[in-house]
């Protein structure tokens, strides 16, 4: 095995290096201190995202995207995550479910989308269905030529920029195993649909400027043509974003636990108590011995399962192990930093306090720590008929 | 209009680089490596001459072990058509890169040579002097500006005092100061165009040019660790100090 990079990846690492250092960690504490990104700034990150084309850099090639395999998407997902999603989220990386786009849609949808004309947001979860997202009551009913959509989706990251949603709705049922299960299918819903009203959620710890939003369908219909895949076949179209977008979660920790690392190791180098550096203390060197143990084993499994899905040899459950663990180690990093550096670790003067705010959401999202340990111990004893 | 810039490996300048333990030379062992950035400078301003339409071809060329290829290739995706790597395990010194620079000026006859006025481990500031010398091209160093016009090149010049502008016939030899640009970063799109970019390699025998090291570095120390200062009561115990102790007025 080989844990070089190609020459290729250590340039585009180079850059996107370069890219988060002068056009996104300048604006860190404004957007962070206000819990807002101006239009301006949003327009000048993207633009420069797209002239350096790494606008849409986890699409396919074929569809004007970067073409790069995940594990060079991992890399490039590392070093944006040194700063927060408030900013990042301008270099779009538009839902693989969108490949799933057919006839028209392709052109009114998935190519903007791409191109950074368009943008694009995901709504799954309900009040009543987070980790059971197979509990969606959202319905839509076909009437005509339309689909009748009714119901409400919450924690909908960015919505309220965005042009259209991603919506998974009930559109019928089917009987498996003796038990009635619901059919779910994928819309794409303009934004501006009547009937759809978007309203900002409630102001969240992790990541301020980048907001969560509520959609409420009130008989909002949407015409057949914009049915996502197939009708029914919601989770088929699902599935392959949500456990791709597992590893890029953790190669996402893996950056902020490095980002909290290297000014840990620089700050316990130079603040002095009882007349000498404070790193000369076991106390805090072995401190640091362990959260860079911990960054170090996150990031090889997460470069490792991110080539398995290259292979295509991943299960869900290697997905499972590389979001839990990197999440994991992420929280326990930052918590440290923020002890390591005392009461400026909780100061709004340095990055730490947001880099330990901003960790929470990871155990959090795309699957809580628990729904990851479900799922990697469900691989473990089905095969015993456990 | 033909360039020819020259890209050397060095230790990227985030580093923090350490004599290595028997001091012979500083350890470089497993610490990321980078394009000069005055060399970076210098790619830069030749690929903002093709933008201009001024140049038609750029090539980038390295001196070094075999790795060098990977500064070739990143001058390659910020917007080099062609590279050269000369590959020699040797210490290469300014002197033999500036003759096998002449090798190559002989072979490529280029209008503008761009190098950078100097590398950040030696900081010689020497081979694009040298290479004016065995070529017998004009040179403007330390550029903080360049303009081509009319078959000549003018160079405003970073020197003591001030700016000074020379007017240089081509072919000509210019050498980047820190002010001249700033360089742009690698796209994604160029990155991967850069991969099939075509790049030949020679040895310095090819070139005909003896690369054995002239200078011997006899030890290498870290810089003396600056004491803990001290505070003076006046101007006057300043003023006795500096002369009297630091022996510096
Ligand atoms: C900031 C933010 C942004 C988000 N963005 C989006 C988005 O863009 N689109 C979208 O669709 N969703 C989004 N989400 C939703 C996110 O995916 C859910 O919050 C997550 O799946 C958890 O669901 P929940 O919050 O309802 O928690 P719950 O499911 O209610 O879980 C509560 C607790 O119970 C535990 N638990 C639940 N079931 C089990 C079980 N079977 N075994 C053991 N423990 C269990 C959980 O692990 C958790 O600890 C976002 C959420 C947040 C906070």
Redesign the interface.
């Known amino acids: 095995m080989n844990f070089s990079l190609s020459?290729?990846q250590?340039?585009?690492v180079?850059?996107v290096k370069?890219?988060v250092e002068k056009e996104l960690i300048p604006y860190e504490a404004e957007v962070d201190a206000a819990d807002a990104v101006s239009p301006e700034l949003a327009a000048q990150i993207r633009n420069k995202a797209i002239?350096?084309?790494?606008y849409a850099?986890n699409m396919p090639e074929s569809v004007g995207g970067?073409?790069?395999d995940y594990f060079t998407q991992s890399l490039i997902e590392r070093e944006l995550a040194k700063v927060g999603w408030a900013l990042h989220v301008f270099v779009a990386r538009p839902s693989k479910i969108l490949m799933a786009c057919k006839g028209d849609q392709i052109e009114e949808y998935l190519l903007p989308t791409i191109r950074g004309e368009k943008i694009d947001c995901f709504a799954l979860t309900e009040p009543d269905a987070g980790s059971d997202a197979a509990g969606i009551r959202t319905k839509a009913v076909l009437d005509g030529d339309d689909y009748v959509i009714n119901g409400s989706k919450h924690f909908i990251s960015h919505a309220g920029h965005a042009d259209y949603s991603i919506v998974f709705a009930v559109t019928g049922s089917e009987e498996k195993n003796g038990r009635s299960r619901n059919q779910v299918t994928a819309f794409l819903v303009d934004n501006d649909s009547e009937g759809l009203v978007i309203r900002r959620g409630p102001k969240c710890v992790s990541n301020r400027g980048y907001h969560t939003y509520e959609l409420f369908f009130d008989n909002c219909r949407v015409p057949a043509s914009k049915v996502l895949g197939e009708v029914g076949k919601g989770w088929a179209v699902a599935n392959d974003w949500l456990v791709a977008g597992r590893v890029m979660v953790a190669a996402n920790c893996v950056g902020q636990a490095q980002r909290a690392m290297n000014l840990s190791v620089e700050w316990c180098a130079n603040r002095k108590q009882f007349g000498q550096a404070i790193g000369k203390n076991q106390g805090v060197s072995f401190k640091l011995a362990n959260m860079a143990t911990q960054i170090q084993a996150a990031d090889i499994l997460t470069l490792q399962t991110a080539w398995k899905m290259d292979q295509g040899t991943m299960s869900d459950g290697d997905a499972g192990m590389a979001k839990l663990f990197a999440s994991e180690a992420l929280a326990q990093v930052s918590d440290d930093s923020v002890q390591l550096f005392g009461g400026m670790g909780l100061m709004d003067e340095l990055p730490i306090e947001r880099i330990w705010r901003n960790a929470r959401i990871e155990r959090i999202w795309e699957g809580t720590s628990e729904i990851q340990q479900h799922i990697i111990s469900r691989e473990l004893l089905r095969p015993f008929g456990c | 209009m033909k360039i020819l810039v020259a890209v050397k490996r060095v230790v990227d300048y985030n580093v923090k680089v350490r004599p290595k333990s028997d001091g012979t030379d500083v350890d470089i062992a497993n610490v990321k490596m980078?394009i000069n950035p005055f060399c970076e400078i210098a790619v830069e301003e030749a690929v903002r001459l093709k933008e201009k339409g001024v140049a038609t071809e750029i090539i980038a060329i390295s001196m070094g072990p075999k790795q060098a290829?990977?500064q070739v290739?990143?001058a390659l995706?910020l917007g080099a058509d062609r590279g050269i790597l000369v590959e020699s395990d040797e210490d290469l010194q300014p002197l033999a890169i500036a003759k096998m620079l002449k090798a190559i000026v002989e072979k490529e006859s280029p209008d503008l040579v761009i190098l950078g006025k100097q590398a950040i481990d030696g900081d010689n500031n020497q081979t694009g002097q040298m290479l004016g010398a065995l070529t017998s091209m004009p040179q403007g160093t330390f550029a903080s500006e360049v303009n081509v016009a009319d078959g000549r090149v003018s160079v405003t010049r970073e020197i003591d005092g001030g700016l000074q502008t020379v007017n240089l016939s081509l072919p000509a030899i210019v050498t980047t100061d820190l002010r001249l640009n700033e360089p742009r970063?690698?796209?994604?799109?160029?990155?991967?165009k850069?991969?099939r970019k075509p790049m030949d390699t020679f040895t310095p025998e090819d070139l005909g040019v003896d690369a054995t090291p002239r200078v011997k570095t006899l030890s290498v120390e870290p810089p003396a660790e600056r004491k803990a200062g001290i505070k003076v009561a006046d101007v006057a115990e300043l003023v006795d100090k500096l002369k009297n102790e630091a022996k510096v007025i």
Do not use: H, W
């Not at chain 1, 002239?51 to 790494?54: A, D, Y």
């Open positions: 020459n290729e250590e340039m585009l180079d850059t370069a890219f002239e350096l084309g790494l850099f970067g073409g790069l | 980078s290829q990977e290739r990143t995706a970063y690698a796209s994604l799109p160029n990155i991967m850069a991969k």
